[in-house]
Structures are given as C-alpha cells and as structure tokens.
C-alpha cells in the first residue's frame, strides 16, 4: 500500500513539474525590432509571423554579436528557446546572428 501511495505522489509531483515546461525550439528570421530597455526584440519569420523574443542574462550569442545592444534591425536570426506559455513571448537560450558572407555590419 505504502508503494502505491508514493508511487501515486511521484506520479503528481511529475505531472505538475511539466506543465510549466516548454521546450526547446529552434526560430528563424529577420530582426523585426530591438527593445534595449525591456530586453526584447521582435522576429520576422519567412512566413510574416511575428515573434517577440526575452533574452536573459543566461542567453548565449554567436555569429556577429555578443550581446542585444549589437543588434541591427534587419539581422538575419536563428535562436533556440521556448515559448512562456503564460505571455506567448518567446525566451532565448541562445541568438545568432550570422550575415551572408560578403556582408557586413555598421
């Protein structure tokens, strides 16, 4: 009875763990907007859907930037990070921003 009841109660505490769970994704676009004081910007995926995207101080860069503030409207992006399911936005574990070779920024 006793391993029924635990068993039961590890079965909940799971249950209730992966609901706040998103996981990882991969996005692709183009840099819509940046919001320095909030710590956003907006994507513009091939299909015209828009995104907002939070970046923390845990999110990692790669590519031409090493942080939002370089960030030029217009940046060709990918991300990985999941989606708050209680705003919609999207947070960013991490940004690249990579330009066709032969371009660059100013």
């Known amino acids: 009875m006793k391993t029924k009841s635990i068993s039961f109660l590890m079965g909940i505490a799971l249950a209730f763990l992966t609901l706040g769970t998103a996981y990882a994704e991969t ?15 907006g994507i513009e995926k091939a299909d015209g859907t828009k995104v907002n995207v939070r970046v923390t101080e845990k999110t990692a860069y790669s590519g031409e930037i090493t942080a939002l503030e370089e960030m030029i409207e217009g940046d060709p992006v990918k991300l990985e990070g999941s989606q708050d399911r209680s705003s919609g936005n999207w947070v960013a574990r991490s940004v690249d921003v990579t330009l066709p070779e032969g371009e660059e920024e100013f």
Not at 27 to 41: H, P, R, S, Y
């Open 27 to 41: 996005l692709e676009g183009t840099v819509a907007k940046i919001d320095l004081g909030q710590n956003t910007f």
